[in-house]
């Protein structure tokens, strides 16, 4: 079975500085690796996933993500975060099932 | 662009009362999920739905049934409404198998009294 940790429950950034949310999955085979968004009083949407082509995954919005076997992390990062960026962030794992498992989120303020 | 709707955005019900949480999806995906999200818990996955009568019990199955007679909808039915059921419940469709992105409804706030 699967188990998807996010790291910190919410972090604060200042706009215009580095984003990094932290995402590592438990699995004996590497899987499907996704990021969600929710903004305010919506659904997820889709940010990026990695599908084992390429390690460094870009997604909307100049978010990228990075696969890294060795530490079983698939982090998500922005250089320069905008006030825009506040939301919920999830990641989450799938295998060759079609569920996907869901870290507990992570809740990003930008600050001013 | 896929779209995913839900009946109700928001929805008020005694504790006892039969609910039903409707959800509808354009792009005829074979998958369909539902899920409940709940501060500090993230998503969790009550059932879901491969094919037109098929269902299979998630994580957290107990005190919801499903109903999924036409391939575009899926229906979320808590038998009997308790208060431990208050919850954001979203539901989301994908196209195939596990690489497939799933598509998110706008989720249904529930409020069992």
């Known amino acids: 079975a699967q188990s998807v940790t996010q790291l910190g429950s919410h972090v604060s950034v200042s706009e215009g500085a580095l984003v990094l949310l932290r995402c590592n999955y438990s699995?004996?085979?590497?899987?499907?690796l996704f990021w969600y968004v929710q903004y305010p009083n919506q659904g997820l949407q889709l940010l990026l996933k990695?599908?084992?082509?390429?390690?460094l995954v870009k997604g909307i919005n100049d978010f990228e993500a990075e696969f890294k076997k060795s530490e079983t992390s698939f982090h998500l990062t922005k250089p320069s975060a905008h006030m825009s960026d506040a939301a919920e962030y999830f990641c989450?794992?799938?295998?060759?099932?079609?569920?996907?498992?869901f870290g507990s989120g992570t809740q990003l303020t930008v600050l001013p | 662009d896929v779209k995913v709707t839900q009946s109700s955005r928001y929805l008020v019900k005694r504790t006892g009362e039969k609910v039903f949480l409707e959800c509808v999806q354009d792009?005829?995906?074979?998958?369909m999920f539902w899920y409940r999200q709940d501060p500090g818990l993230g998503l969790r996955l009550i059932y879901f739905?491969?094919?037109?009568?098929?269902?299979e019990k998630g994580d957290i199955p107990e005190g919801y049934s499903v109903s999924r007679e036409k391939k575009e909808r899926f229906s979320l039915i808590l038998e009997s409404a308790s208060t431990n059921q208050t919850s954001m419940y979203l539901c989301?469709?994908?196209?195939?198998?596990?690489?497939?992105?799933?598509?998110f409804g706008p989720g249904t706030r529930l409020t069992v009294l």
């Open positions: 989301a469709s994908s196209l195939g198998t596990g690489v497939d992105t799933q598509y």
């Open positions: 699995s004996s085979v590497p899987p499907y």
């Open positions: 990695y599908t084992s082509a390429a390690t």
């Open positions: 989450a794992a799938s295998g060759s099932a079609r569920q996907l498992t």
């Open positions: 792009m005829d995906h074979e998958n």
């Open positions: 739905s491969y094919d037109v009568k098929m269902k």
